[in-house]
């Protein structure tokens, strides 16, 4: 009898102690984020690589193509999603940009310079439209192969 008592009175004082400690842990509150957190630049791959043909006049000619790997340089690191959303009208821009090249045009340093150029502003006129601002600093080539 006296163990049962005993029994009882440490399960009394055990669920007294849990209760009144677990009282206080209720819903945490997570801490707040500051408001003016400055950008931080970021990076968004586009993947897969980008391959396409090039524009043939004569065709009888060997047919050529440019292989992209491609990264955007963001204004804000948070911005990831939302070029996720917009990515395939992003590659669909840049294909029509290299399809509509000839070899002599995409096969230089300088043609390189000039279709990289080509394509950030088409992306970035892209983002404008949807978003109401650019979004990227820059569109950068990590690899261009051609043949």
Known sequence: ????LLLGLVSLIFIAVSSSAYAG??????????????????YYQISPDITTNVATLNPRD??????????????????????ADVEPLIKDAIVTILGSKEFGQV??????????????????????EKFGKPLIVDLLFLSYMYQ
């Not at 009898?1 to 049962?4: A, G, I, V």
């Open 62 to 83: 060997k047919i050529h193509y440019v292989r992209i790997k491609i990264s955007l340089m963001l204004e804000d690191s948070r911005d990831s999603s939302i070029i």
């Open 25 to 42: 842990h209720g819903k945490k509150e997570e801490p707040a984020e500051p408001e003016n957190v400055a950008p931080e630049i970021g």
């Open 107 to 128: 096969a230089t340093n300088e043609a390189r310079e000039k279709i990289r150029i080509e394509c950030r502003e088409k992306v970035t006129s892209i983002l404008q």
């Open 1 to 4: 009898m006296l163990k049962k």
